[in-house]
């Protein structure tokens, strides 16, 4: 059974574009959600996604958007880059308890 | 808020050492604690302790959850250079998981 798959792995881009990042969970895994990491915060939440719907949204601005799709699959989008946004953006799956399965993240650096 | 607080920080032991790492929490509606694994990118999952399971174990490593202090230790026993990582507990609350800032474990051979 395939892990969680994120792409793209590295990222490079300037202060004032935007990104979008892409999670595809474990098959038959309907909830995604999406942790921001840096070395000063640790592993901060971000939003949960369950059959195309947000439950749950952490405390970031609103330039973090997210969406899921009919299969499941997860984007999250980060406009008007700013330098703090810099970080390991990880995406995680479960298949409805409480654990979850990490990808193995898309590392932003904005410049 | 949820809160997560791990200890120590960082820590470096040598091979054949044993680890014991802590973790304390204050969360409402308590139903699970979770540690995990992470070398590199993707944080794996070790183990999950819930209100009717206090103890888990699995090769060298085991955790213990105490409900009424509030808290659960991560043991490593015979420690291996493979053991170098970070360590990170978490729980569960309204479809999220709360950190812990992680202990950095550095295995010296």
């Known amino acids: 059974k395939a892990g969680v798959t994120q792409t793209p792995r590295y990222l490079i881009k300037t202060r004032g574009q935007q990104v979008t990042l892409s999670c595809s969970p474990i098959?038959?895994?309907?909830?995604v959600s999406w942790y921001q990491q840096t070395p000063g915060q640790g592993l901060q939440f971000l939003f949960e996604?369950?059959?195309?719907?947000?439950?749950n949204k952490g405390n970031f601005p609103g330039r973090f958007s997210g969406r899921q799709f009919s299969n499941s699959r997860s984007e999250m989008n980060v406009s008007t880059l700013e330098l703090g946004d810099s970080a390991l953006y990880l995406c995680?799956?479960?298949?409805?308890?409480?654990?979850?399965?990490f990808g193995s993240g898309t590392q932003l650096s904005v410049l | 808020e949820d809160k997560v607080v791990q200890s120590p920080l960082s820590l470096v032991v040598h091979e054949g050492d044993t680890v014991t790492l802590n973790c304390s929490y204050e969360?409402?509606?308590?139903?699970?604690l979770l540690w995990y694994k992470q070398e590199k990118k993707a944080p794996t999952f070790l183990f999950m302790l819930?209100?009717?399971?206090i103890e888990k174990k699995s090769g060298r490593l085991s955790s213990i959850l105490d409900k009424k202090e509030l808290f659960s230790i991560l043991n490593i026993t015979a420690t291996q250079t493979g053991d170098s990582a970070v360590y990170l507990c978490?729980?569960?609350?309204?479809?999220?998981?709360?950190f812990g800032a992680g202990t950095t474990v550095t295995v010296r051979a």
């Open positions: 996604y369950f059959s195309e719907t947000q439950r």
């Open positions: 969360v409402t509606n308590f139903r699970s």
């Open positions: 819930t209100s009717s399971g």
């Open positions: 995680a799956s479960s298949g409805g308890g409480e654990k979850l399965f």
């Open positions: 978490a729980v569960p609350n309204d479809y999220k998981l709360s």
């Open positions: 098959s038959g895994h309907r909830s």
